[in-house]
């Protein structure tokens, strides 16, 4: 059973930075896709950053420049560094991968990023 847990948020003030860490067991982690996704309330889950099972990073318009998306498959983690960060990226910030039918199927359980003015 594919199971992944977050790590890393917090609160910070605007222009500074956090790491978000997600540990991944129960399946070859480095043979697919994974992605950090975001909700803030009132508002719908967004993805904000993905990278492939060969490395190919993808990035929301509103994060490109700021946020970096990486993977340890070693270590069986994938990370978020966020920098620069505006109060609108306050959100609870959640990691997944994608089963084999190629949709986003297993989730973490989200960690709470609060950006202050």
């Known amino acids: 059973q594919v199971q992944l847990v977050e790590s890393g948020g917090g609160l910070v003030q605007a222009g500074g930075s956090l790491r978000l860490s997600c540990a991944a067991s129960?399946?070859?982690?480095?043979?697919?896709?994974m992605a950090w996704f975001r909700q803030a309330p009132g508002k719908e889950r967004d993805m904000v950053a993905a990278i492939s099972s060969a490395g190919r990073t993808y990035y929301a318009d509103s994060v490109k420049g700021r946020f970096t998306i990486s993977r340890d498959n070693a270590k069986n983690t994938l990370y978020l560094q966020m920098n620069v960060l505006k109060p609108e990226d306050t959100a609870v910030y959640y990691c997944?991968?994608?089963?084999?039918?190629?949709?986003?199927?297993?989730w973490g359980q989200g960690t709470q990023v609060t950006v202050s003015s």
């Open positions: 129960g399946r070859t982690f480095s043979r697919y896709a």
């Open positions: 997944a991968t994608k089963g084999d039918g190629g949709t986003y199927d297993y």
